[in-house]
């Protein structure tokens, strides 16, 4: 068991729906010692990669992407979940279903800030579905960009995302993946 199987099943709160509460310590509450963690074991799994950026999605995946970015040395880039008078020009823009929220975004990337020449590692907090990481990863290709890799730090295992993500071809790294979640005796089980 890794360290941040051990977190979850230690702060974690398994709720009706297949939901995996974090918030203590991972996407409300953040513990920057944990994420250092992180960062140091995406960096080690991606060790070898050419990575120049990282991309993420607002607002949960945010803090995550910008300690392993310390790791690596490199700038975050996030996805905006709305446009703002902030952002001039043009923009890479993808619809993202959101499993937690329950809605359908548009997600935006001003062209500024990605390019042919760029190599991105996407990190994010959950997948369950793959909706978020399948619309960065097409803001990515529409900027012919690389994606080097991925770095989830949960991913529910139960469901479809990491599957098909594998399947197609990108190299996905999850910290910790949930086989299942019994919400009625809070259990937790790991792959």
């Known amino acids: 068991m890794n360290f941040l199987e051990e977190r979850i099943l230690k702060d ?68 905006k979940k709305s446009k703002s008078i902030n952002i001039d020009g043009e923009t890479y823009v993808a619809q993202v279903e959101s499993f937690t929220h329950k809605c359908v975004n548009q997600v935006l990337v001003s062209k500024r800030f990605l390019s042919p020449e760029d190599n991105i590692l996407i990190i994010d907090d959950f997948l369950a579905n793959g909706c978020a990481l399948r619309g960065l990863i097409s803001i990515i290709e529409n900027a012919g960009a690389t994606v080097s890799g991925i770095g989830i730090a949960i991913e529910k295992g139960f469901q479809r995302g990491g599957k098909e993500i594998r399947e197609a071809g990108y190299q996905l790294e999850s910290l910790a993946i949930v086989e299942e979640m019994d919400a009625k005796n809070g259990t937790v089980t790991f792959r």
């Open 12 to 79: 974690g709160v398994v709720k009706e729906g297949n939901v995996l509460k974090v918030d203590s310590f991972l996407n409300h509450q953040m513990d920057i010692n944990l994420f250092d963690q992180m960062g140091e074991e995406f960096k080690k799994r991606f060790a070898g990669k050419k990575i120049n950026k990282i991309l993420t999605i607002e607002a949960s995946g945010i803090g995550i992407a910008c300690i392993v970015a310390r790791h690596f040395n490199v700038p975050v880039v996030f996805a």
